[in-house]
Nanobody
Framework: QVQLVESGGGAVQPGGSLRLSCVVS????????VAWFRQRPGKEREFVSV???????YYTRSVKGRFTISRDNTKNTASLAMNSLKPEDTGVYYC??????????????????????WGQGTQVIVSS
């Protein structure tokens, strides 16, 4: 049974930083891609970042240069370091995983349909 457990969410002021973690079990972690999605208030869940099994990483345009995704295969953990946070980054952040990472959509983002296993999410609030 695949399980993903996110942690690290919280409330920060604009310009602050948070680091999210996702511990994955039930898969051969070093062969899987791991992604982060978020659902902002009143909006659909959207792609944030993904790291492939080989360490290649990709980001949606709005977080490039501010967020960094990484993975530690010895701990079955993927992390998302978020810096220079903005109020519009507020939302519930989910990690997801799958063995096969298809090509992205023409927008350059991945769809939630590309990932078969999901965590429960962790809340991020950016507010003064």
């Amino acid at each position: 049974q695949v399980q993903l457990v996110e942690s690290g969410g919280g409330a920060v002021q604009p310009g602050g930083s948070l680091r999210l973690s996702c511990v994955v079990s039930g898969v051969t972690f070093d062969l899987n891609a791991v992604a982060w999605f978020r659902q902002r208030p009143g909006k659909e869940r959207e792609f944030v970042s993904v790291i492939a099994y080989n360490g290649m990483s990709y980001y949606t345009r709005s977080v490039k240069g501010r967020f960094t995704i990484s993975r530690d295969n010895t701990k079955n953990t993927a992390s998302l370091a978020m810096n220079s946070l903005k109020p519009e980054d507020t939302g519930v952040y989910y990690c997801a995983t799958d063995h096969f990472l298809p090509s992205p959509a023409p927008s350059g983002d991945w769809s939630e349909r590309d990932f078969g296993s999901w965590g429960q999410g962790t809340q991020v609030i950016v507010s003064s």
